[in-house]
């Protein structure tokens, strides 16, 4: 199945739902239980930590990008980032 499928798929049979997230949200704190996985639509969030008082980008995501914590979300334990 492609992306493109599974993207139809899984809005074709109401699992998903359309939501406006404004700029500069945090989608998942360090240390929650992921319970959402999202599809970029539009946008580019980016994925960071903190060390010593310093925001530091590890990783960005584009239009069609799957983001979730997956090790939170399968396992239940608290998101490392």
Excluded: W
């Amino acid at each position: 199945m492609t992306k493109d499928n599974l993207i139809n798929h899984i809005f074709n049979h109401n699992t998903a739902e359309t939501l406006p997230i404004p700029p500069k949200t945090i989608l998942l704190e360090e240390g929650k239980i992921a319970d959402r996985i999202y599809l970029i639509r539009k946008g580019c969030p980016r994925l960071f930590f903190y060390n010593e008082g310093k925001d530091i980008t590890f990783q960005f995501f584009f239009e069609g990008d799957f983001v979730a914590s997956f090790d939170s979300l399968y396992k239940g334990t608290p998101s490392l980032f």
